[in-house]
Nanobody
Framework: QVQLVESGGGLVQPGGSLTLSCAAS????????MRWYRQAPGKQRDLVAR???????NYADSAKGRFAISRDNAKKMVFLQMNSLKPEDTAVYYC????????????????WGQGTQVTVSS
């Protein structure tokens, strides 16, 4: 099995910055896309950013210009740099990844982390 563990969440003031980390472990041959989602109370879980194995990125409109996703394939980690944070960024942030588990199979399986709380408040 595969585990994704997020870290780096916490309380930050509006306009501040925070960097989230996600480490993958377990039965992993390689990782395809990695993503960050977020979910505020009473709302849908929405995609924030995506990064492919080759480094191509996509962002939600709400994150463009403020957030940056990156990855370290050797460490099996993905990061989310969050700048100019707003109260509406407050949510539980989840790491998500498509994991290839076998060298002789190209099938990828999707996994979720447990989430880390980000609160933007003065």
């Amino acid at each position: 099995q595969v585990q994704l563990v997020e870290s780096g969440g916490g309380l930050v003031q509006p306009g501040g910055s925070l960097t989230l980390s996600c480490a993958a472990s377990g039965s992993i041959f390689s990782i395809n896309d990695m993503r960050w989602y977020r979910q505020a109370p009473g709302k849908q879980r929405d995609l924030v950013a995506r990064i492919s194995s080759g480094g191509n990125t996509n962002y939600a409109d709400s994150a463009k210009g403020r957030f940056a996703i990156s990855r370290d394939n050797a460490k099996k980690m993905v990061f989310l740099q969050m700048n100019s944070l707003k109260p509406e960024d407050t949510a539980v942030y989840y790491c998500n990844a498509d994991v290839r588990q076998r060298a002789n199979s190209r099938t990828a399986y999707n996994y979720w982390g447990q989430g880390t709380q980000v609160t933007v408040s003065s």
